[in-house]
T-cell receptor, first 111, second 113 residues
Framework: GEDVEQSLFLSVREGDSSVINCTYT??????LYWYKQEPGAGLQLLTY?????DMKQDQRLTVLLNKKDKHLSLRIADTQTGDSAIYFC???????????FGKGTMLLVSP | NAGVTQTPKFQVLKTGQSMTLQCAQD?????MYWYRQDPGMGLRLIYY???????DKGEVPNGYNVSRLNKREFSLRLESAAPSQTSVYFC????????????FGSGTRLTVV
């Protein structure tokens, strides 16, 4: 079955780059997503990548996909205190199937 | 504002009581979902509705029922609440094309005592 693994916690200093990692088990996954959850709020879609892509860049965010190793990463450049949140990796087999989420990585950015 | 609206935002129930969590979206999305979020467990799918008129069980459906009232609304019912159902419940919706992922509501924080 599908399974998504993430490290639970990451601490960085303001201005540094953050890299959040995720591994997934289903090689058939078509869509891979990164969501952000701020305290007391719902999940907000940050970015997504299709399985036929290796990299996607969106302003301060860079997503890297290594299909061979089933590894997904999210790099946040020039991390700010406002980036402190829980980040979830998620996968789906197709646009019409349900999402499977990782347990989330808590990012703490210190001044 | 367009999006997914959940009510209520907070609720305290006694064991054995029943209640319905409401969810509505105004984005003309076909698919709707109910997740629960527990510390250390991430998000787990309770039920979903791929389209109006259909519902299916997710990973943790026991103790819950759902109704897809129309294209906009998808409700979650707890018939006899248990302390194990203390959680944060999220409703989400999507077009189903995959490109835009899910849009989430802001959640309902439920405590069963």
């Amino acid at each position: 079955g599908e399974d998504v693994e993430q490290s639970l916690f990451l601490s960085v200093r303001e201005g540094d780059s953050s890299v959040i990692n995720c591994t997934y088990t289903d090689s058939s996954s078509t869509y891979l997503y990164w969501y952000k959850q701020e305290p007391g709020a719902g999940l907000q879609l940050l970015t997504y990548i299709f399985s036929n892509m290796d990299m996607k860049q969106d302003q301060r965010l860079t997503v890297l996909l290594n299909k061979k190793d089933k590894h997904l990463s999210l790099r946040i450049a020039d991390t700010q205190t406002g980036d402190s949140a829980i980040y979830f990796c998620a996968e789906s087999l197709s646009g019409y199937s349900t999402l499977t989420f990782g347990k989330g990585t808590m990012l703490l950015v210190s001044p | 504002n367009a999006g997914v609206t959940q009510t209520p935002k907070f609720q305290v129930l006694k064991t054995g009581q029943s209640m319905t969590l409401q969810c509505a979206q105004d984005m003309n999305h076909n698919s709707m979902y109910w997740y629960r979020q527990d510390p250390g467990m991430g998000l787990r799918l309770i039920y979903y509705s791929a389209s109006e008129g259909t519902t299916d069980k997710g990973e943790v459906p026991n103790g819950y029922n759902v109704s897809r009232l129309n294209k906009r609304e998808f409700s979650l019912r707890l018939e006899s609440a248990a302390p194990s159902q203390t959680s944060v419940y999220f409703c989400a919706s999507t077009t189903g094309t995959g490109r835009y992922g899910y849009t989430f509501g802001s959640g309902t924080r439920l405590t069963v005592v």
